[in-house]
């Protein structure tokens, strides 16, 4: 992915946090469980904003590939930060509503959940994640990438992250 440092280091906000091919347990895709994608993500925050860069290594179904083949760019989802039973209680008011559930996973090496909920159609045009990041479990995680960003003095604007 040559192409994420350049770009990477044109938005200049703080270290981008690289996680590369992460792969999702209990993968489904619009309603049907399929194999899962291969992605790395970069994250980065700007204040209480987090931006997330998500790079698909694989022609596997995914909203993100949908959206580009689509023939968009820029923002294609917001999300919803919630705790492990906050996420279970939206997730529950949200498919009673009627919103349909576009992708939901566990992110395989960390635990988190995460459900897209297809609102692409209102608007804004974007579809609505929910996940459990603000779970005890995954919140220091998150945390620590904002600190950074508080911290940050412009040099190694990439850090990679293990798996």
Known sequence: MPQWSIGLRCLVLAHF????????????YRGKAAPSPCVS???????NLQI???AQHDDAALIYKEYLDKGHE???????????????E?????????????????????GVRLAYFSTEHSPGGFIYEISDLYDER????????KEAAAKWAGS???????L
């Open 156 to 162: 190694n604007a990439i850090v990679e992250v293990k």
């Open 74 to 88: 820029g923002l294609q989802h917001v999300s919803a930060w919630l705790t492990c039973p906050e996420f279970d």
């Open 90 to 110: 939206r997730k529950a008011d949200l498919t009673e509503r009627g919103y349909e559930i576009a992708q939901e996973c566990t992110i395989a090496s960390s």
């Open 138 to 145: 995954h919140y220091p995680r998150v945390l620590g990438i």
């Open 17 to 28: 946090f690289i996680k590369r091919h992460i792969y999702f347990d209990s993968y489904i």
């Open 52 to 54: 997330e860069i998500i």
């Open 41 to 47: 993500i970069a994250l980065a925050n700007s204040g």
